[in-house]
């Protein structure tokens, strides 16, 4: 059983959205568009009533009435789900779906299941007698149903339910209202079949390792400490005590109470016959306790307790647990879901460490059947599997008068392919290329603009001819985005605009004097050839002119150099050339092949003012003004 999509309705700064999960699901976007939101009203639709009620306060502001309503949608649902959930997931039905309202200070759990509308009537009645009457007028006014005569609601609902497992073809699809989804603490019907793990950022490791049955901990003992041998010796000890105790009443209070008992009936029966006062000891068994456990961090000779260690050990335990009860805790049956959902996963952590936490997260996924899902609000690109963008959800405000909502982007294969039809082939899409290989891909996907350049040589001279200029890409929101070659820019950019990415192309045509220039061999012409039709096709996608000699010129959605980057820095901007040339006489740069730190180091220093390179900059600054792309 697992999550398929959640719908969320007027929950703080959400006022709709629709989330779809996956495995592993990474919420991104800026600080507080509402990504912990959904995770905190996750953790309200399974665990409300640990968490506390919610309040007015909690209502969208532009919510035209006072309701909150979180709708959860299961698939994945195995014979054994269907068991514990009867009518609400009958065979043949492949999703189930619940809902938590809250309206005006009522809590309500609604789910969608087979009924037989008049049975589904009197459900809705406000009270047992009036449930029971209803029953009983319409046993009375259709006799073809056969319907057994009742003396409570609760055998009405009982011979309901077994008249509708039996005539399953009357049924039709209704919300009905439960109770029994949670229960009381949660120990109800998903309860079983679900554990919802919700992490926060604030969350204290040293509350969570308290043995209780709601902490991590407590959780992990649950399932790995077999409590039962103990409690049989305890209960042995137990009824010796309770013997002992008779024994002593016996022997000492007997005589003394018969004595009693006598004296007190022959003074009643001056006023009653027939009856006799009986007085005896009344054993005060002790409630025993049970057995608690401590988690204390051993640090060479020191025992201190969790609340003594800093933060990020006490994260790197939470993570730790949260590992360790995903093994531990699975039943032979595999029946029981674990949800962990994870505010940040990143906090307190050291790079090294939060590329571990990362793989710890991914490794659960797959080790787990499909028991097991993962979901987190982070800043970071190391949560982010650059091998698979479709884990990835992008929230993002869209402003507008007094409330801005909050929208959600994803990407699907098949969209992707939509937008590269006749440009990628399908099998370099399939294959995944782009996302497999391209390192930076996950970080450009927190941008607000991302110049997608061919090679490390043209990110390195960019970043360092940026950071002449005095501008600080990062804080304007700017990534520039090495794609490992031009196969791959194409593919980049339309996995980044689907995401809501303004995307800037720069690449080389490979078509000038340089590539032109020596005998006509036969490779020449074939790269040629092969350069003359990457570039048309680049040309195309971008729904611009596409010359079969480009020249070298910076538009308003890419910058093209006729021949590449480096050829164009050593004939319009001579002084970089002899920068680089006095760096490696200082012994600053390399002298073979291309050096990148030597050309980024000639880039940031050199005099003059290559007017391409000022365009490119100026048209990638000028997309952070435009409306973010249609999905």
């Known amino acids: 059983m697992k999550i398929k999509r959640v719908r969320i309705e007027n929950f703080c700064c959400l006022r709709s959205l ?14 507080g568009v509402g990504k912990s939101t959904v995770l905190r009203a996750l953790d309200w639709f399974f665990n409300g009533e640990k968490g506390g009620t919610l309040s007015e306060e909690d209502v969208h502001s532009a919510a035209e009435t006072q309701r909150i309503r979180v709708e959860v949608e299961f698939d994945g649902l195995t014979d054994s789900d269907r068991a514990a959930l009867g009518h609400y997931a009958p065979k043949g039905v492949e999703s189930l779906s619940i809902w938590r309202t809250w309206e005006n200070g009522e809590d309500r759990i ?93 969350l204290r490791a040293y509350e969570e390792t308290d ?21 049989a010796q305890f209960t042995a000890i137990d009824e010796d005590a309770r013997a002992a105790r008779e024994k002593v009443h016996e022997e000492i209070y007997a005589p003394v109470l018969t004595h009693l008992s006598g004296a007190l009936s022959q003074e009643v029966a001056h006023f009653t016959t027939g009856r006799h006062v009986v007085v005896t000891p009344t054993a005060q068994v002790p409630k025993r306790a049970r057995t608690a456990f401590a988690v204390n961090i051993r640090d060479g000779a020191a025992l201190t307790p969790v609340r003594r260690q800093g933060h990020g050990f006490q994260r790197a335990l939470i993570i730790a647990a949260l590992r360790y009860l995903s093994e531990c805790r699975r039943p032979e049956s595999g029946t029981r879901s674990l949800f962990l959902a994870i505010e940040e996963p990143e906090l307190f952590q050291h790079p090294a460490q939060t590329r571990v936490f990362a793989q710890v997260l991914r490794s659960l996924v797959e080790s787990a059947e499909d028991q097991t899902q993962v979901m987190y609000a982070t800043h970071s690109p190391v949560f982010i599997d650059p091998s698979d963008y479709r ?3 992008r929230l993002y405000r869209v402003p507008g008068g007094d409330h801005p909502e909050v929208h959600l982007r994803e990407l699907t294969e098949a969209q992707l392919r939509q937008s590269l039809d006749g440009y990628v082939e399908e099998k370099s899409i399939a294959r995944r290329g782009a996302t497999r290989y391209v390192k930076d891909l996950a970080e450009a996907l927190f941008a607000n603009v991302t110049v997608v350049v061919e090679g490390v040589t043209d990110e390195g ?14 804080a304007e929101g700017i990534c520039v985005l090495n794609a490992e070659g031009k196969d791959n820019m194409l593919l980049c950019h339309a996995i980044l605009t689907g995401f809501g990415v303004h995307c800037y192309l720069v690449f080389d045509a490979d078509t000038g004097p340089k590539n032109q220039a020596g005998p006509d061999s036969e490779k020449k012409s074939t790269n040629l050839r092969n350069a003359v039709k990457k570039n048309a096709n680049i040309f195309n996608y971008l729904g611009a002119p596409a010359p079969a000699r480009p020249s070298t ?17 050593r004939s319009d901007w001579p002084a970089w050339n002899t920068r680089c040339q006095e760096l490696i006489k200082q012994g600053a740069g390399y002298v073979q092949g291309k050096h990148v730190p030597t050309y980024a180091e000639a880039a940031r220093t050199a005099n003059g003012e290559p007017k391409v390179l000022h365009s490119l900059l100026e048209n990638a600054m000028a997309l952070i003004r435009q409306p973010m792309p249609r999905p």
């Open 18 to 31: 629709d989330v779809s999960f996956d495995s592993i699901t990474s919420l991104i976007g800026p600080t």
């Open 110 to 202: 609604t789910g969608k299941a087979l009924a037989y509308p008049p049975f589904e009537q009197i459900r809705q009645g406000t009270g047992s007698r009036e449930k029971t009457a209803a029953y009983k007028a319409l046993r009375d006014s259709d006799p073809a149903l056969d319907l057994p005569p009742v003396r409570s609601w609760d055998n009405a609902e009982a011979e309901m339910r077994s008249w509708e497992a039996r005539h399953r073809d009357r049924l039709t699809e209704a919300e009905v209202e439960s109770t029994h989804f949670f229960g009381f603490a949660g120990q109800g019907v998903l309860g079983k079949l679900i554990d919802f793990v919700f992490i926060s950022a604030d």
């Open 211 to 231: 043995d209780n049955k709601a902490s991590v901990v407590g959780r992990i003992l649950e399932h790995a400490v077999d409590r039962s041998e103990a409690e």
């Open 391 to 393: 884990q990835v959800r």
């Open 461 to 474: 001279i960019l970043l360092a001819f940026a950071e002449r200029q005095g501008l600080n890409l990062g």
């Open 553 to 569: 010129v910076s538009e308003a959605s890419h910058t093209v150099f006729e021949d590449d980057l480096e050829t164009y820095l």
